[in-house]
C-alpha cells in the first residue's frame, strides 16, 4: 500500500497547470517526432533538452519522457501508411501494418497500434509503481565501492546493445571516457587534456555533444536519403478495430507488455528489441505463421505493446539505480545531472516527488497519447506532407539555438558542429554513438567512486573484494565481459523473423 500512497503522492505533484502543461506538450511534440520520419526520439530530446534548464525538474523530466513514449506511439503512423518508420521501434510494425492499409485496412491498424501502446505502457507502469520501492531496500547498503561495482556492471552491459563489433563498441567507451575526463580535476584542481584551451577547463558541455551526435549527424545521413512520402490513405476511416481484430490481439497485447517490460530492465535491451522479440514470439505461437506479413493484426499489436512497455521498464534501472540501458535513457541521466539530480539507490527515498511525479505524469501522458493518436490520427498523418528541404533547417537551426542558449558560449557550437561531422562519419563507419554516450555520462560517477573508495581503504583495490555486494557486481561485470566477447557471431535483428 506504501507504492499507492506515494503514487498518488505523485499525482498531487503532476496535477498543477504547469506540470500538466508540459506533459501534454512533451506528448504532442513526441507524436510529432514519432510520426516525421528521419528525427527520432533522441533528437528531439537533445533538442530540446536545453528548455528543461529554465524549468522544475518533475516538469522538465516529465516533459522529456513524454516525448521518449510518444515517440513510440507516433512512429507507427508512418510505418502503417507510408511503410518508413518514423523511429527504429516501429521498424515491425511496418511489416503488417503496412500490408493491413493496402488492404484498406488502415484505421484499424492505426487503432489497435494506439490501444496496444496504451494498454502495454499502463501494464508496465503498474508494475515499475510497485517494483521500484523494492529496490530502495537495498539504499542504505550502497557506498562508494557499490556505486563503483554497479557503475561498472552498467558500463559492461552496453556492450550488449551493441548490434555490429564488440570491438567498434570497446572503442566508442574508450573515447567516451576520454571525453568525460576533459577539464579540471574535481580532487586536485588540475588540467587534464585540455590543451591550454581555457574553454576546455570546465569540461566537454554535454549538450553540445548529444546535439551534435544526434542532431546535426542525422541531418547529415538524412540528406543523402531523401525521398517523396506516399501515403496509402487520404483519409482515415474505421478506427476502431473489430470484435474479431480485439479477439485475435489481445493476448499478443498482453504477451508483448510483458516481453517489453522485460527487456526495458535489461540493460542494452530497450523498445527496439523488445519490438523485435514480440513478433518473433507472436510468429512462434501462432496456429497459421503464415499470415504474418501479409497483414495480420497480431504483428501491430505485440510489438507495438512491447516497445511502450519498453520504456516504461527502462526507468527502473535508470531512477532506482543510475544505470542508462539505452542511449535515451542516457540523455534523460545526463538532464539529471545537469539540474544537480544524482539517480541512484538513494534517489527514491531522497527525492520522492520527483521520482513519484515523474510516474504519476507517466500515467498522464499515457492517457494524452491515446486522445491525441485516436481521434487525430488523420491530422498526423498529414503531417508527412512536410518536405524535407522546409524540415532539415529548421532542425539546425533548432540544434543551433538550443545549444547556445545553454551557456551563452560561442564555443560550444563549435564543439557541436565538430561532434556532428564526427558523428556522421561515423555512422557512415558503422560505429554505434551509444556506448560513447553512456560512458561519458557515467565516467564522471564511476570515477568519483573509486578514488572516495580507494581514500577509505586501508587496504587499496581489496576493499571491492571485502565488501560482498561490490564484489558481486565486479565479478558479474567481468564474466559478462567475458561472456560477450566469446559470442562468435553478434546477434542483429533482421525484418525478416522467419
Known amino acids: 500500500m506504501d507504492a499507492f ?58 516533459m522529456l519522457t513524454a516525448i521518449f513514449y510518444g515517440a ?31 488492404q484498406g485496412r488502415a484505421g484499424a491498424a492505426l487503432g489497435m497500434a494506439a490501444m496496444a501502446s496504451f494498454v502495454a505502457g499502463t501494464l508496465a507502469l503498474i508494475a515499475v509503481t510497485f517494483f521500484s520501492p523494492v529496490l530502495t531496500a537495498f539504499a542504505l547498503r550502497f557506498g562508494p565501492p557499490e556505486n563503483f561495482g554497479l557503475m561498472l556492471f552498467g558500463l559492461v552491459c552496453t556492450l550488449y546493445m551493441i548490434s555490429g563489433s564488440k570491438i567498434k563498441g570497446v572503442l566508442m567507451l574508450a573515447v567516451g571516457f576520454l571525453a568525460a575526463t576533459v577539464g579540471l580535476d574535481v580532487v586536485n584542481g588540475r588540467d587534464r587534456f585540455t590543451l591550454g584551451n581555457i574553454n576546455l577547463a570546465g569540461g566537454i558541455e554535454i549538450l553540445s555533444v548529444v546535439i551534435g551526435l544526434y542532431g546535426v549527424a542525422e ?100 531512477m532506482s539505480l543510475g544505470i542508462p540501458g539505452n542511449a535515451v535513457t542516457a540523455l534523460l541521466l545526463g538532464a539529471l545531472v545537469i539540474q544537480g539530480i544524482q539517480p541512484g539507490p538513494m534517489f527514491i527515498t531522497q527525492r520522492p516527488d520527483l521520482f513519484w511525479g515523474v510516474m504519476a505524469s507517466m500515467y498522464v501522458g499515457n492517457v494524452f497519447l491515446l486522445l491525441l493518436n485516436l481521434p487525430l490520427a488523420g491530422l498526423w498523418a498529414q503531417c508527412l506532407r512536410i518536405p524535407y528541404r522546409v524540415l532539415f533547417p529548421m532542425i539546425l537551426l533548432l540544434s543551433i539555438v538550443g545549444t547556445y542558449s545553454a551557456n551563452k558560449n560561442v564555443f560550444d557550437l563549435w564543439v557541436m558542429l565538430g561532434f556532428g561531422v564526427a558523428g556522421y562519419v561515423l555512422r557512415k563507419l558503422q560505429y554505434d554513438f551509444s556506448p560513447f554516450l553512456i560512458a561519458f555520462v557515467l565516467a564522471p560517477i564511476l570515477e568519483q567512486s573509486l578514488r572516495q573508495s580507494l581514500v577509505m581503504s586501508p587496504d587499496g583495490v581489496l576493499i571491492f573484494m571485502q565488501r560482498p555486494l561490490a564484489a558481486g557486481l565486479v565479478v558479474a561485470s567481468v564474466i559478462l565481459a567475458v561472456l560477450v566477447f566469446r559470442q562468435r557471431k553478434p546477434i542483429q535483428p533482421q525484418g525478416d523473423m522467419s
Not at 9 to 24: A, D, E, K
Not at 73 to 100: C, F, K, Q, R
Not at 261 to 267: I, K, T
Open 219 to 318: 541531418i547529415l545521413v538524412n540528406c543523402e536519403t531523401i525521398t517523396k512520402n506516399h501515403m496509402l490513405a487520404e483519409r482515415i476511416r474505421g478506427l476502431w478495430p473489430t470484435l474479431a481484430d480485439w479477439r485475435a490481439s489481445w493476448k499478443p497485447m498482453i504477451r508483448g507488455s510483458f516481453v517489453g517490460f522485460f527487456f526495458g530492465l535489461v540493460p542494452g535491451g530497450g523498445p527496439v528489441t523488445a519490438s523485435f522479440m514480440s513478433y518473433a514470439l507472436e510468429r512462434r505461437v501462432a496456429k497459421d505463421p503464415s499470415r504474418f506479413g501479409k497483414g495480420a493484426i497480431e504483428g501491430v499489436a505485440g510489438p507495438e505493446a512491447a516497445n511502450n512497455a519498453a520504456v516504461s521498464g527502462s526507468m527502473i534501472p535508470l
Open 5 to 62: 500512497h506515494n503514487l498518488m503522492m505523485g499525482f498531487t505533484v503532476i496535477f498543477t497547470p504547469q506540470n500538466l502543461w508540459f506533459c501534454f506538450l512533451g506528448s504532442v511534440v513526441g507524436t510529432l517526432v514519432g510520426v516525421l520520419p528521419g528525427i527520432g526520439p533522441l533528437a528531439a530530446l537533445a533538442l530540446l533538452l536545453p528548455v528543461t534548464f529554465q524549468l522544475a525538474p518533475v516538469a522538465g523530466l516529465g
Open 72 to 102: 513510440m506511439y507516433g512512429g507507427s503512423t508512418t510505418s502503417i501508411l507510408v511503410n518508413i518508420p518514423g523511429e527504429a521501434a516501429s521498424v515491425v510494425t511496418a511489416i503488417d501494418g503496412h500490408e493491413m492499409a493496402k
